[in-house]
């Protein structure tokens, strides 16, 4: 972390920088209700003496709400999913350890039974008590009372859940082989009388409920209601999203989604996978409907979006049993478009990135039976490697990045890179690269020799990349520099060669092997002089002898003279 960032009294070392989203609430001050709009705020912490109360206090500036409301902190997983409730210092010192930017959700709600200030003053006392002692009670279950010394909020011991057979109540983990917290709602409600509960007319029951303001059972809410004082008081109702295969997906009714984009991803695999397109007939930033692209039938989706979040639910989804259309073996391209097709050429690319964008086109095509335009499939594999590995000129930029990296980590390496001034703009021009540990291994174990030669770059930015090779005692190639420049000519190859030098010096007995090119011979002469042997290599010598001698001799010519080692006079 950057320790400019850092606040003074915080060990850049320990640093973690903290960013809490707070969802939009309301809040009853001095009789009236204050709106108070939700946003983003961050700070740096010390991830190593860091607490709930020190969250709070920092978080106090930024935030304020009434006497009978407090701040619920939950934890993002890396989909930006609320994982689980933040509850102890543990918790929080666990995350801010394990990570240098550690994201919370904030959620202003209400105390539970017996944990009321006194800060509220005349008949909004008795209202908030009502408020706050008033249970929701839900299918059975009410709201866990406050925990007593020697309890968690989670509840009794887990010996005593055994003894009672809580076990036997789905969500409880007796054997402790379960992550924390997992499947484990069940600790925080009680059992209610079900006799008690059954002797109370339905009638009154539901006269009851009208009287509360927040009308609206937890689990099944109305998404259009418009939440009032009291309401606005109360936690909100968090929604835990569906899982979805991305690759099969089974969407039904009251099926949920992260936000609106991933809810049309998985609608649109979901059509493909079912052999039907689908048309959008209305799409905003809260709701969605969309029918069968085939004329007169009668599949639907309807989709919004529900209140205090970006989560997308399905309302009305119709049965596949409902298409009166025959649909089609092989769809066309327009189902895919070219974000669903980004998605999938992202994880393929990721494992093999020599893929052609043909090969990659033939391969969605029979994968998901779907006609897809090649030109669409090239942009969104390009588009692809730019996010997985930046784009080619993002790459130029971290060239000394990459010089001053190496040279920390290996040092006496040799990295020059050189620009050039084009029209006032600086233009990369060629690089020279030596490790150290590789100039090492050569003048220690291997042969002074060294054979050049350069082959050319057919990427986006075309070139030579030049390399330097020595032969190790097992007769195996020892790679000991390489370079990149514009062209083969003598200037870059006396700038290559008099790095060379500046590399490796001139070892006794040193022998430089390289083919005919005239700019090579004249990088080695000027660079080394007569403190190296310049030879140049047998097959192109051939090849130059056979464009001026014709015959079926000639191959026969060369291969003896290879195998001479004596020379008569």
Not at 169 to 182: L, R, Y
Not at 202 to 231: H, L, Y
């Amino acid at each position: 972390m950057d320790e400019s960032q850092v606040q003074e009294g915080v060990d850049p070392k320990t640093a973690c920088r903290l960013e809490i989203l707070v969802n939009s609430y309301f809040s009853i001050i001095d009789g009236k209700k204050v709106y108070s709009k939700g946003r983003t705020v961050s700070w740096v912490v010390d991830s190593e003496k860091y607490a709930l109360i020190d969250l709070n206090k920092d978080i106090a500036p930024y935030f304020t709400w009434a006497s009978d409301q407090k701040a619920n902190f939950w934890v993002f997983d890396s989909k930006q999913h609320m994982k689980c409730r933040l509850d102890t210092d543990n918790q929080l010192l666990e995350l801010l350890r394990a990570s240098q930017v550690v994201k919370l959700f904030m959620v202003v709600g209400a105390w539970e039974e017996g944990h009321v200030e006194t800060n509220v003053a005349g008949e909004d006392m008795s209202a908030a008590t009502n408020m706050v002692e008033e249970e929701i009670k839900v299918e059975g279950f009410a709201w866990a009372e406050v925990p007593t010394y020697g309890e968690t909020t989670a509840g009794p011991p887990m010996a005593e859940e055994e003894e009672k057979e809580h076990f036997m109540t789905f969500g409880c983990d007796p054997h402790g082989d379960e992550p924390a917290g997992a499947d484990e709602e069940w600790r925080y409600f009680k059992k209610v009388d079900d006799a008690a509960r059954d002797s109370k007319p339905a009638e009154k029951s539901a006269v009851e409920v009208n009287k509360r303001k927040r009308a609206r059972p937890i689990p099944e809410f109305d998404t259009e209601c418009v939440q009032d004082d009291e309401a606005g008081a109360r936690d909100d109702y968090f929604v835990l999203y569906t899982t979805h295969d991305l690759e099969n997906p089974v969407i039904k009714e009251k099926d949920t989604f992260g936000d609106k984009e991933e809810f049309i991803q998985i609608m649109r695999t979901y059509a493909i996978k079912n052999s039907f397109e689908t048309m959008v007939e209305h799409s905003d930033t809260t709701r969605y409907r969309a029918r069968c692209a085939a004329e007169n039938c009668e599949w639907r989706v309807y989709a919004k979006k529900l209140h205090g979040g970006n989560t997308f639910m399905v309302v009305n989804l119709s049965s596949l049993d409902d298409h009166t259309c025959a649909g089609s073996a092989t769809l066309t391209g327009h189902q895919a478009s070219t974000s669903w097709i980004s998605r999938r050429a992202k994880d393929i690319v990721q494992e093999d990135p020599t893929l052609s964008a043909k090969k990659l086109q033939k391969r969605l095509q029979t994968q998901y039976k779907i006609e897809l335009s090649y030109f669409k499939v090239w942009a969104r594999k390009k588009a692809a490697m730019n996010e997985l590995h930046g784009t080619w000129e993002e790459s130029f930029t971290m060239l000394w990045r990459f010089k001053a990296a190496l040279e920390e980590a290996c040092l006496g390496s040799i990295v020059d890179i050189d620009c050039k001034k084009i029209n006032g703009q600086m233009h990369f021009s060629r690089m020279f690269v030596c490790i150290r540990a590789c100039v090492d291994g050569f003048l220690a174990g291997c042969r002074p020799y060294l054979g050049v030669d350069s082959t050319h770059l057919t990427g986006k930015y075309n070139g030579q990349l030049a390399a330097a090779t020595a032969i190790d005692g097992h007769n195996w190639m020892y790679p000991v520099a390489y370079g990149i420049f514009g062209k083969e000519n003598k200037a870059n190859w006396a700038w290559f060669m008099s790095n060379l030098k500046k590399a490796v010096g001139t070892p006794p007995g040193l022998t430089i092997h390289t083919d005919a090119c005239k700019g090579l011979a004249y990088g080695v002469k000027k660079a080394f002089g007569d403190d190296a042997e310049h030879r140049e290599c047998f097959r192109h010598l051939m090849a130059n002898f056979r464009k001026k001698f014709k015959g079926e001799n000639a191959s026969t010519i060369g291969l003896r003279i290879t195998k001479t080692f004596q020379l008569i006079i």
